[in-house]
């Protein structure tokens, strides 16, 4: 799948918005970001509206495009659609789960235990749960998903940069254990005790 400048451009904001790089509040200029990426305001405007799409920026009549407000009271909703939603997916992605998906799986659990960074541990997070929920085979389930870990890595970032410790992640090699012996029940218990422990 080709990268486009518009995707380039969405990327490189929404990390800057989750890391807190851009603050909540902040005004997006079209000019400015197309001076910044050497591109016309059309693949700007793109990224802007799917950063809209996934709740990261807010249009205002007359004023443009602004950094969407964090907001407290999300950080219970989001926890639970993440409990309900990942845990629906696992129980599908138990069945599907092949060999290479499991080795898949067990390396972005690796990589996630030795970063030595909050960012990086952050974006290694997402993709060990991407690669333990992608086998269920259910692309609006996943993309939903996709917006809630968004959403919580934005609250992560903003509340917990300071504390962030390196460490080891018994629940993922727990996970990927039961994944290894095709236990969904098992698999899915650690993964929603995982969630609300980790918010």
């Known amino acids: 799948m080709t990268t486009t400048i518009a995707d ?24 400015h970001i197309a001076r910044a990426f050497e591109t016309s305001h059309v693949p700007v405007r793109e990224a802007l509206l799917r950063l ?13 495009m602004r950094v969407s407000a964090l907001d407290p009271a999300e950080v219970r909703e ?16 138990v069945q599907n789960m092949t060999p290479g998906a499991l080795k898949e799986a067990d390396d972005a659990r690796i990589a996630c235990d030795a970063a030595q960074k909050m960012p ?8 060990f749960h991407r690669s333990i929920l992608t086998p269920c085979g259910l692309p609006r389930l ?13 609250h992560l970032f ?6 962030w ?20 029940a098992t698999a899915t218990a650690i993964l929603t005790r995982h969630i609300r422990r980790a918010s």
């Open 158 to 163: 903003a509340h917990w940069r300071p504390k």
């Open 8 to 31: 380039t451009i969405y990327q490189n904001l929404r990390q800057k918005i989750i890391t807190g790089e851009l603050l909540a509040g902040e005004k997006l200029r079209q000019d």
């Open 52 to 64: 809209e799409a996934h709740g990261l920026a807010q249009s205002e009549p007359r004023r443009g």
């Open 78 to 93: 989001v926890v639970e659609m993440r409990v309900a939603l990942e845990s629906l997916a696992l129980q599908h992605s």
């Open 120 to 127: 990086e541990w952050e974006a290694c997070n997402r993709t």
């Open 165 to 184: 410790v390196h460490r080891a992640d018994g629940d993922h090699a727990a996970i990927v254990q039961a994944l290894k012996r095709k236990d969904a």
């Open 142 to 154: 996943l993309h939903a998903i996709d917006d809630l870990h968004i959403a919580g890595a934005r």
